[in-house]
């Protein structure tokens, strides 16, 4: 049997669908073959919008990220579940099994790690919220804030929140970029380069505060991952990079965001020199 890599990426999707209808058949008590699955992403996870007839949609994603074992995996749940609950961000709520469990192990044939499966409750709302609105800039640093303050006083058992530690060095130095060959590759040795240098510039930041200015994550809190609520508030998606870590590091991805498609749009809209 060929790896599951080594399969095609249509294969590999419909593979991951029929196990995942399996597992909401068996584990949550849907009829796995009457479900609507809509394909939202596939990449280090396969994503569905899940929809059975006449109800609420579900979110299901089943992992094949590597180095993201099950209870990295029920951590992230567990955080989900306590931002639920105090009804102050507004995010995808975990959706236990039958029997309790936030994440269901599955095999997937020709893969040699273990898969997970988790589902969550389907949050409304769209994409990528317009800053530019009057107030929707101030509602995402609100969101942001209270992701934050959630992370600071609401107790979790912070040694066995089992997630990554994000600083400088993880991020910039011994990550993906620069670990794998395959990145190095494309990085090059110029591109390698700044990145060390943009290392040392940003570490001594992340060194400044004490505890309080440190602790749960989201890790990849760009506007795609925010969603702009029909109420005219601001949700956060996607916690699969969550983990502890200095707040400045969300506050900084959510700016950089902004300013990216700020200079984007601008880059579009400016009369061209050649035209002018």
């Not at 597992?23 to 849907?30: A, F, I, P």
Request: glycine share 10%; proline share 8%; charged share 20%.
């Amino acid at each position: 049997m060929p790896s599951f890599s080594q399969l095609p990426h249509a294969a590999q999707l419909a593979t991951l669908e029929a196990l995942a209808r399996s597992v909401l058949s068996e584990h949550y008590g849907l009829d796995g073959a009457g479900l609507t699955m809509e394909v939202q992403q596939y990449e280090d996870n396969a994503v569905w919008r899940i929809t059975p007839p006449g109800q609420p949609s579900f979110v299901g994603r089943l992992s094949v990220r590597d180095g993201r074992p099950a209870p990295q995996q029920r951590s992230e749940m567990q955080w989900l579940e306590t931002l639920a609950a105090s009804r102050t961000v507004a995010v995808p709520e975990p959706v236990t099994t039958t029997d309790g469990r936030y994440v269901v192990p599955v095999d997937v044939p020709g893969r040699d790690e273990h898969s997970t499966f988790a589902l969550l409750r389907w949050l409304p709302g769209t994409a990528e919220p317009p800053y530019q609105q009057p107030g929707v800039a101030q509602a995402m640093g609100r969101t942001t804030a209270q992701l934050h303050h959630n992370a600071a006083t609401v107790p979790m058992g912070e040694e066995d929140f089992d997630r990554p530690v994000w600083d400088a060095e993880t991020i910039l130095l011994t990550g993906h970029a620069l670990a794998s060959p395959a990145g190095r590759r494309q990085l090059g040795a110029e591109g390698a380069a700044v990145l060390h240098k943009v290392a040392e510039q940003i570490t001594p930041a992340l060194r400044e505060g004490g505890a309080d200015d440190r602790g749960r994550i989201h890790g990849d809190l760009h506007r795609e991952n925010m969603i702009y609520t029909e109420g005219g508030g601001v949700g956060v998606i996607d916690f699969d990079d969550c983990g502890t870590g200095h707040y400045l590091l969300d506050i900084a991805t959510v700016l950089s965001s902004v300013h990216g498609s700020r200079a984007g749009h601008l880059a579009t809209t400016r009369p061209s020199p050649i035209a002018s």
